[in-house]
């Protein structure tokens, strides 16, 4: 079955550092990708997402490169931020009408 | 603000209690979901309706049973509460089709079964 598979957490870092946060999904098909976000007591927030192979989602930063050929949607950021600290969901959806897929999420914790 | 509004935030139960946790969406939006957070399983589907008139069970439907009363509206039931039902629960729209929407979340119910 389809499934998202993200790395174990927590991941610390020092401001200013590079941030990977490495997800592989097995999925029939063409899924469409996403990386969510949850800051302390909210929901999740949509980050960013990719829909074909190749492409590239992007925001605040952040950035994934949608890769068929190894399966994969890795989150990555130049240069992380105290305020970045939060708990980073990888999903996946590989067909109209059904649910996302969600991985168990990895927190991050960025200190100054 | 447009979103997604959950009610309540916060509830205790005794075992054995019953209550249903709300949940409104005004984006005129088709889908609507329930999820449950614990820790370290990530999110779990525990129903979802694609459409108004229509529910399905995801991952983890055991304990629970949901209602789709309109489209903006969408209800969890716990018939009889058990402490394994302790967790957050999120509930969630989406155009219809996911392959190019993502979701919007509301903020949480985090629900305490003593």
């Known amino acids: 079955g389809n499934s998202v598979t993200q790395m174990e957490g927590p991941v610390t870092l020092s401001e200013e550092a590079f941030l990977t946060i490495n997800c592989t999904y097995t999925?029939?098909?063409?899924?469409?990708l996403f990386w969510y976000v949850q800051y302390p007591g909210e929901g999740l927030q949509l980050l960013l997402k990719a829909t074909k192979a190749d492409d590239k989602g992007s925001n605040k930063g952040f950035e994934a490169t949608y890769r068929k050929e190894t399966t994969s949607f890795h989150l990555e950021k130049g240069s992380v931020q105290v305020s970045d600290s939060a708990v980073y969901f990888c999903a996946l959806s590989s067909q109209a009408g059904t649910a996302l897929i969600f991985g168990k999420g990895t927190t991050l914790s960025v200190s100054s | 603000n447009a979103g997604v509004t959950q009610t309540p935030k916060f509830q205790v139960l005794k075992t054995g209690q019953s209550m249903t946790l709300q949940c409104a969406q005004d984006?005129?939006?088709?889908?609507m979901y329930w999820y449950r957070q614990d820790p370290g399983m990530g999110l779990r589907l525990i129903y979802y309706?694609?459409?108004?008139?229509?529910?399905d069970k995801g991952e983890v439907p055991n304990g629970y049973n949901v209602s789709r009363l309109n489209k903006r509206e969408f209800s969890l039931r716990l018939e009889s509460a058990a402490p394994s039902q302790t967790s957050v629960y999120f509930c969630?729209?989406?155009?219809?089709?996911?392959?190019?929407?993502?979701?919007?979340f509301g903020s949480g119910t985090r629900l305490t079964v003593v």
């Open positions: 309706s694609a459409s108004e008139g229509t529910t």
């Open positions: 984006m005129n939006h088709n889908s």
């Open positions: 969630a729209s989406s155009e219809t089709g996911t392959g190019n929407y993502g979701y919007t």
């Open positions: 999925a029939t098909g063409y899924p469409s």
